[in-house]
């Protein structure tokens, strides 16, 4: 092996390359990790607070609550089933419905969706996560409304003690905020079941029922029993694969996005890598020839090389994992195409991300410094007599 | 050609009591202590002494690559010492003609377009360029060699395309640094032969620093500098 | 031989560096080119939208539809001098159906009203045969050629398709349709993927609740240039109804989806940005090495006496040249690959998304002036340390 500071002490030498070649790893390796963490921090938040032991049931072709739509009288004959966890003789569980409202985004051009939850007392039983912030909890039956921490002051109307219209004359008043451990629920309007079904013309039904179970394992004699009966066209999942799903198409779609993109940014990284180790190597002609009259092995030479490129992208690579954690303060506002609404979320530090990233420096480092370091290992030790 | 016939000529470098230090880690160096020196013009000399003797500077002077720190330098008429960056280097395009020890061409262009490189910076049509190159390029004997790039050339004929585009411009002064310093004898030979050439016949005032005695010899004069000061 | 010329000699003296500075840039380029494209390809979309093509619907959510009466008070609306201020108007319903046999491919399936549907979507073109078959078909269908082709669906195929919105028959049974014909367009307003059929036969189906609903209505106004007044109008015939309508012309209406998919755009857009600092830093690698590599013929230069000025924009030239030497076969990467591959691809594939996908002339421009520029920018620094270069110090490294 060749000593290795005589490679660092190269990269020294080169400072200003060296630099402009970490920056370039750097900046892929950024925009590679924020785009991981971007699509972990839209799992993390629409999978957040997923309780195994709640079911969501649905109708059998929906694929998420907007979709699907369960008839009121449904409601019962499903809550009425086995399975379920009681609470003074009663299943706890109950319907709600989701509906979408355009509202005009404050900041940004034009409106966007928001999702609107008709809830019960029921909904809050099993959400135990939630709970009011500021101001209070909206008194069933009224014309009240929450919001979620997430859109707070993101849309026209949603602050304290502002209002939306949701039908002639019938503004809905913000009473109160609410947290749920960042799930995303935080992204939505939650108002009494029966004035969101007013309002929206849905008095024959909701669109799903959430129920407790009586335990998490009985998911699937609760399913055989609903699903078996045709006529209810009715499906049943536990919340956590539910939210899986919903997050699925854009976490998906960020993934594959900043696969696509990293990999032709890395193309930019790698040849700036080539470049300088290119001209590291042609620089010291004679000094390897030197290193190999002294009898340094050929492939003592190629690995003192690719080192010297890999010191380089590993900088860079660590160099820009830290610029994407610092973003991972900032909340980021996206359409999830699953409910047609925004979801207000942010970086999420991933283990993936940073395996992914790493992975990703080392790899520049090793195809951006393998021709050069082979050219090095083929330099003849006579390189060292001619000047 | 006598001191007095070449004084009546006039000086083709005058400097007076140029003082020249340079301060390396804090410490000042005086390189050059109140030097007087007079060339005349059409005069051919050599300039010798010991490493560190300050010759280069003096020569760095001449051709006003470098400032003095105190006193005159007057070159083809100029006053050196008075002059910009800017100026002294329009000045030095049209008054000198540098000849380097290791030739310095551009190993991208051709021996013809080496020595065109200077006429780049003169209001010229580039076929009036090529003529004066060529016409240049005779003079040192090298006009076989013109479409040659300078790899593949020898070191004396390097030597000879950098002397031709060191007269390409018609200067009234030539410097030499170290001319021969690379070369074998008989190549050294051939470029002093040169010099001659270009004093004798046409009239250029040349100032070279050589380690070379044999190529001081051939000198009309040998001026040697130590410590600062000249002999 | 003159000073460009020299710049471009320098530029060939070292082809390993300019083979890969070259290929940096084109790929560089080619990246920008795909990102903005597909930023523009959305804004691009909202050109192909009409002024005078109103779309009215419910002012709280699109979830929720009109009654059928509304689509008749659109048409008939007349301005303050009696005159009409809609010219044609026809009514349409998203029914989200699904194709079994294609379970995760999603198209866009609409119920409209097949007499007065293709007057005010007059982009649609349907053979004549095959526009009277849809007129005497109840259950029949017109389906773009490009879903067609994708399905391998023909003329005289029955389809049945699941609606999670609407559910099943009225009478338990499923939803049946004919496909009567297929459909071309003569704009990209209207993208060639969508299975339309008629909004009668939709309405025999539905559960009584859901009878005589729209979805939303669409209008042409008479007077392009007047349609803000006549949006404006539109909804204020409704103003005091209880459900109340929100209209818009077909530019804002897309203009309101992009506003959903604005923090895509805005990421896109940062990243063409972050490519084109990659650009930089390889340009400035690569002349920043060269130039240094040749600090002794700068320096013998400025001893002939070229001036720090001609030196510097010697290094400038050649930095801007290397950056067009990757542009051009970065635009030609990017006509290749973004324009006729991608572009094909993706408006075959995800027309919902990009109905055009096309490199824009100007998008080339925009490459190969950022090129220049940023080549231009890279040649700076080493640019200002050449006509800054110490003569006698630089001469002496040399010997």
Redesign the interface.
Known sequence: MIPYQYNLRSIWVRR??AI??V??VA??TA?LAAALMLAAGVKKSVSVGGQDDVAIIM?A???GE????VDESAVGLVLSQPGLAQENGKPIGGGELL????LD?LG??????VNMRGYSDQSLKLRPNLKVVEGALPKPGTDEAMVGRGILGRFKGLTLGDQI????NRPLRIVGVFEDGGSGAESEIWADVNTVRA???RQ?GVSVVRARLASAGGIEAFRAVIEADKRL?LKVKSEPDFLAAQSEGLSKFLTIMGFI?SL??S???I??A???M??AV??RTREIGTLRALGFSRSAILLGFLMEALVMTITGGAIGLLAALALSTTK????NPATWS?LVFALAPSPQAFITAGIFSVGMGLLGGFLPAVRASRISPLAALRS | MSAEQSKSVGSAISIKGVVKEFTRGGQTLRVLNSLDLEVPEGSFEALMGPSGSGKSTLLNLIAGLDKPTSGEITVAGARLDRMSDAEITSWRAANVGIVFQSYNLLPVLTALENVELPLLLHKMTSAERKKRAQIALEIVGLSDRMGHYPRMLSGGQEQRVAIARAIVNDPKVIIGDEPTGDLDRNSADEILKLFEQLNRELGKTIIMVTHDPEAAERATVIRRLNKGVLA | MNLPGLAVRNIYRNPVRLALTVAGVAVALLTFVTLRTAVMSWDEAKNYTLKDRLVTRHKITFVMDLPKNYADDVRDLKGADGKPLIRASTFLNWFGGKDPAHENDFFATIAADHNTFLTVYDEIKIPDDQLKAFNETRNGAVVGDLLATKFNWKVGDNITLESPIYGLRENGEPWTFKIVGLYSTTSKAVDRQTFYFRWDYMNDGVRAEAKDRVGWIASRSVDAAHAAEVTAAIDKRFDDADTQTLTQDEASFFQGFMGMVSSVLAIMSYLSYIILAILGLILANAISMSVRERTNEYASMKAIGFHAKTLASLILTESTLIALAGAIPGVILSYLIVDVALGDFLEYNLANFFPVFRVKIWTYAEAVAAATVIGLFAGIVPALTVARLNVVENLRRVA
């Open positions: 200003v390359t402009i070649t920056l370039g900046l892929v925009v109708r072709g929906a694929t907007l979709e699907s739509g509906v979408v409202v355009a985004k940004a051009m034009g409106f966007s969706n219209s949701v039908r002639k309002a929206f013309g024959g066209g993109v032709f940014f193309l930019g990284a040849i700036g080539t470049i300088t290119h001209a042609a620089h980021i506002s996206m359409m925004e």
